[in-house]
Structure formats: structure tokens, C-alpha cells
């Protein structure tokens, strides 16, 4: 009795579709979405596919909020002009490569899927702390924890063999700080958004 049974003998081993016998799953080559999306991006680049501007989806997290700067936002969360410089190189480091990938559609599709982790972990682990008035040296250490190294941790599972994109810890804080400049997180209460 076989434990497996091969669909499609001749398709590459990474696109072999295995129905197991005993519980019936399907095994799509245990390949997350954020895994295959960085495959396709290779494709994509090798390839040389472009859009011609960025997907709609993305639009949205590339559209100012409020008017409100990333610098002022991070003044009234109590950051120093040291933190404010580091963050704002930190978030032109990103928005070079932003420039450069932009016109890739499965660039902008991790993007948005990065955006959308960071957005949610910022709601759930740093808003509560800033909402309590915890000390900004306690929020640093939630922002590293609790978003940049489970980031990194999946960038470095599920895009391990990504050449193109090769995000760094100081982009992943880039980004977050892409996302304060385009007023989608908050670092201070404020009461009205």
C-alpha cells in the first residue's frame, strides 16, 4: 500500500501535488504564501515583468493619512533629535528600495503583507504600552520584539532565498517608520485622528 501517491510525476518537485493516503491532505511543498510570493518575485525580476504603477491595494498604504510628519509624530512620543534622525534614515533607506521595486507586483504584494504584520502587531503589543504611558525605552524594546525580529524571523524562513528584496533589520524599522510618516501608526494619544 502506498503512503503517497503522486499526481503529476513529470511537473517540477516543487509543483508535485502528494495526497496522503491516511489523513488526505494536500501537500503544496509546504511553501507559505510569503514563500511563494518571494519565488514569484524572482520570476518576475528575472523576467523583467512590470506594472506600471503601484496595485491599489498598495495605494492605500502609500497615502498620507493626516497631517502630521513622521518627525512630529515621533517628537510626541517623547524620541529624541538622535532617534528622529536615525528613524528618518532608517525610513529613506526603505523608500529607496521601495523606489527601485515598486513596479513589481509581487514586491508590492510582500510589501503590503509586511505593512499589514506591522500594522496589526503595532495595535496589539505598542499601542496598549503608549495608551499606558510606558516608558519609551520599554516601547523600543516591544517595537524590537514584538514586530522587527518576528519580521526578520519570517523573512528569513519564508524568503531565504531571496535575493532582490534582502530586507534588513534597519529596513523592517524603515518601514515601520514609512508607515508613521504616512500617519498609519501613532507613537503619542492623540484625540483625534
Not at 151 to 167: E, S
Amino acid at each position: 500500500m502506498l503512503e503517497h501517491q503522486n499526481i503529476n510525476n513529470d511537473a517540477p518537485i516543487d509543483k508535485q501535488i502528494n495526497v496522503g493516503q491516511l489523513n488526505g491532505t494536500i501537500d503544496f511543498s509546504n511553501i507559505s504564501r510569503l514563500g511563494q510570493r518571494f519565488k514569484r518575485l524572482k520570476e518576475e525580476v528575472e523576467k523583467d515583468i512590470h506594472l506600471s504603477d503601484f496595485m491599489e491595494d498598495f495605494k492605500n498604504y502609500n497615502t498620507k493619512l493626516d497631517g502630521k510628519s513622521m518627525p512630529d509624530k515621533l517628537t510626541d512620543g517623547g524620541f529624541s533629535n538622535l532617534e528622529i534622525f536615525r528613524a528618518t534614515k532608517r525610513k529613506h533607506m526603505y523608500s529607496k528600495k521601495l523606489e527601485k521595486n515598486k513596479l513589481y507586483e509581487t514586491a508590492q504584494l510582500i510589501d503590503m503583507e509586511l505593512f499589514s504584520l506591522i500594522n496589526l502587531y503595532f495595535e496589539t503589543y505598542i499601542e496598549p504600552l503608549i495608551e499606558e504611558g510606558a516608558a519609551k525605552t520599554v516601547i523600543k524594546q516591544a517595537v524590537l520584539e514584538k514586530i522587527v525580529q518576528p519580521i526578520i524571523d519570517l523573512i528569513n524562513q519564508d524568503g531565504k532565498d531571496d535575493t532582490f528584496l534582502n530586507y534588513t533589520t534597519e529596513e523592517i524599522y524603515g518601514m515601520i517608520f514609512f508607515l508613521t510618516g504616512k500617519c498609519h501608526l501613532n507613537w503619542a494619544v492623540y484625540d483625534s485622528i
